[in-house]
């Protein structure tokens, strides 16, 4: 039987090393993570999160590496866990080690896992999924540099279509495309974190140049249709695919049911 784990936390604004934590946890067993409602982060940072508790539910639910998403209680001990979660092992990071969560492990026989800056570091290659074959093979493109809940909803909607594989920009196309100062993160980074989530089939860094900069990886896996969004809809990417074969097809750009939408500009703030 697999060990069950635990991450706690407000998980405000999800980035690639957050869910590079989840990562590690997950290779010990189960992750569940018990996620502080709204209340618990103003209690804490005296002011609201930047993304409600079901916006965060969303988004940690759609991480590969994530089996449970329970929310705690406003008034639980952010040092004690529930006493209706069988846990076997605490996981935390080096940077929020506690001497009172240590205390309460040790008391409740629960091992409390500290992951170091060492034991986190770099951003591996996310793991490829299983194609469902006979299945058609999507492609996505983009930047996805602050990747957020609107990102999320997209990939999700794309894989109904079939296996998705999500090309990522590189960093010298991004720049060359939207200016200095972009990408925000590193295309290994933005590779991660689009990988982790569990619609996608692959992700991958782009190699060619320009707005059709995957065009090498799209010959290589030779997809049957190629998703954007109504802001991808340009470059050159409709008649490349018909030139191709390949079908085209926009989507909306609409959030999850009850989210709010999210813009990476807005979120940049630039």
């Known amino acids: 039987m697999s060990q069950k784990i635990i991450l706690s936390g407000g998980f405000?604004?999800?980035?690639a090393a957050d869910m590079r934590l989840m990562l590690e946890a997950s290779r010990l067993g189960d992750l569940t993570v018990l996620l502080w409602p709204d209340e618990t982060i103003r209690r804490i940072t005296?002011?609201?999160?930047?993304?409600?508790?079901?916006e965060r539910q969303y988004f940690l639910n759609a991480i590969r590496y994530v089996k449970h998403v329970?929310?705690?209680?406003?008034a639980?001990?952010?040092?004690?866990?529930?006493?209706?979660?069988?846990?076997?092992?605490?996981?935390?990071?080096e940077s929020e080690k506690n001497s009172i969560r240590e205390i309460f492990c040790r008391e409740h026989k629960v091992a409390y896992r500290v992951f170091t800056a060492n034991d986190l570091k770099n951003f591996p290659v996310s793991p490829k999924s299983p194609p469902a074959s006979p299945n058609k093979r999507i492609i996505v493109t983009g930047s996805f540099d602050w990747f957020h809940s609107g990102h999320v909803r997209f990939l999700e909607e794309a894989s109904t279509h079939g296996d998705l594989y999500v090309v990522v920009g590189h960093?010298?196309?991004?720049?060359?495309?939207?200016?200095?100062?972009h990408p925000l993160l590193p295309e290994g980074e933005r590779?991660?974190?689009?990988?982790?989530?569990?619609?996608?089939?692959q992700a991958l860094v782009s190699s060619g140049d320009g707005w059709l900069d995957a065009d090498p990886e799209i010959k290589k896996l030779q997809p049957d249709i190629y998703v954007v969004n109504e802001d991808g809809d340009k470059g050159g990417k409709r008649e490349y695919c018909q030139k191709l074969g390949i079908e085209y097809l926009v989507l909306k750009r609409e959030p999850a049911p009850g989210l709010p939408k999210r813009s990476s500009t807005d979120l940049r703030g630039f």
């Open 12 to 15: 405000d604004d999800i980035r």
């Open 46 to 54: 005296g002011k609201a999160p930047k993304f409600p508790l079901v």
């Open 70 to 74: 329970v929310v705690a209680d406003a």
């Open 76 to 93: 639980q001990d952010l040092n004690r866990l529930p006493d209706t979660l069988t846990v076997d092992v605490w996981a935390d990071r």
């Open 171 to 181: 960093d010298a196309n991004i720049r060359l495309l939207k200016g200095e100062g």
């Open 191 to 201: 590779c991660f974190a689009v990988g982790s989530i569990k619609f996608v089939t």
